[in-house]
C-alpha cells in the first residue's frame, strides 16, 4: 500500500497570509490527524478526524482548523500567519480503533517571513 | 491532559553497548504507548509499541517494558549499530483517543 502523502513539501509564506495544507491518508484509513513539530515544542497534536468530524482538538487557537473529505483526504488551515507558525506540519493516519498505529506522512515545511 | 516526560534528552554509546531510554506519564488511563524513530528530514517511523495489559514486548534488538503503576515505560535497543543513530520519541494516548501526546526526544548516537 501506498504510505501517507502529503503536499505540498515545502511552503514560504509571509504574516497575515493563510496557508492550506492536504494530506492523503493510507487506503482503507478513515482517521486524520495533525501535528506540529517545532525545535522548541516538540510534537503538539493539533486535530483528529474521523467520517468528516473533528474528534478531538488540542490546544491551538482557532487561526488553525481541518476538514476531512469523504474519502479520508484531510486538509488544515493555518489563518493570519504568524512567524511562530513556522514548523514541520505532519499528518498521521490510522484505523478506527482504539490504539491503532498512527502512520506519519513526511510532513509539510512552512517558513513564515 | 496527559503529560509525557523523556529522559535522556542527548545519550551516546559505542557501537555494540545497549541504549535506555525512559519516559514516565501521567494520565493513569493512558493505554497505549509507541516509539518513534525519525531520522533527520524524515518522518517520524514507529519502530514498536506496547499496549498497557502488556509488560514487556521484543522485537529483535528493540524492547518496550511498561510498568502500570509506577506509570512509565522503557525503550531498550541492544547490540546497537551506527544506523540506530536518530532521534527517539515516545508517545502515549488513552482509551478511543487517537491523539498521542509525545515526550521531548531523546537524540541517540552510536559512536563506530
Known amino acids: 500500500k501506498a504510505g501517507v502523502t502529503q503536499t505540498p513539501r515545502y511552503l514560504i509564506k509571509t504574516r497575515g497570509q493563510q496557508v492550506t495544507l492536504s494530506c492523503s491518508p493510507i487506503?482503507?484509513?478513515?482517521?486524520v490527524s495533525w501535528y506540529q513539530q517545532t525545535p522548541g515544542q516538540g510534537l503538539q497534536f493539533l486535530f483528529e478526524?474521523?467520517?468528516?468530524?473533528?474528534?478531538n482538538k488540542g490546544n491551538f487557537p482557532g487561526r488553525f482548523s481541518g476538514r476531512q473529505f469523504s474519502n479520508s483526504r484531510s486538509e488544515m488551515n493555518v489563518s493570519t500567519l504568524e512567524l511562530g507558525d513556522s514548523a514541520l506540519y505532519l499528518c498521521?493516519?490510522?484505523?478506527?480503533?482504539?490504539?491503532?498505529?498512527?502512520?506519519f506522512g513526511p510532513g509539510t515545511r512552512l517558513t513564515v517571513l | 491532559g496527559e503529560n509525557v516526560e523523556q529522559h535522556p534528552s542527548t545519550l551516546s554509546v559505542q557501537e555494540g553497548d545497549s541504549a535506555v531510554i525512559k519516559c514516565t506519564y501521567s494520565d493513569s488511563a493512558s493505554n497505549y504507548f509507541p516509539w518513534y524513530k525519525q531520522e533527520l528530514g524524515k518522518r517520524p517511523q514507529l519502530i514498536i509499541d506496547?499496549?498497557?495489559?502488556?509488560g514487556e514486548k521484543k522485537d529483535q534488538r528493540i524492547a518496550v517494558t511498561l510498568n502500570k503503576t509506577a506509570k512509565h515505560f522503557s525503550l531498550h535497543i541492544t547490540e546497537t549499530q551506527p544506523e540506530d543513530s536518530a532521534v527517539y520519541f515516545c508517545?502515549?494516548?488513552?482509551?478511543?483517543?487517537?491523539?498521542?501526546?509525545f515526550g521531548s526526544g531523546t537524540q541517540l548516537t552510536v559512536l563506530p
Open positions: 478526524y474521523f467520517s468528516e468530524t473533528q474528534r
Open positions: 506496547i499496549r498497557s495489559n502488556v
Open positions: 508517545a502515549a494516548s488513552s482509551g478511543s483517543a487517537r491523539q498521542l501526546t
Open positions: 487506503s482503507g484509513h478513515r482517521s
Open positions: 498521521a493516519s490510522s484505523l478506527a480503533t482504539s490504539g491503532d498505529t498512527q502512520y
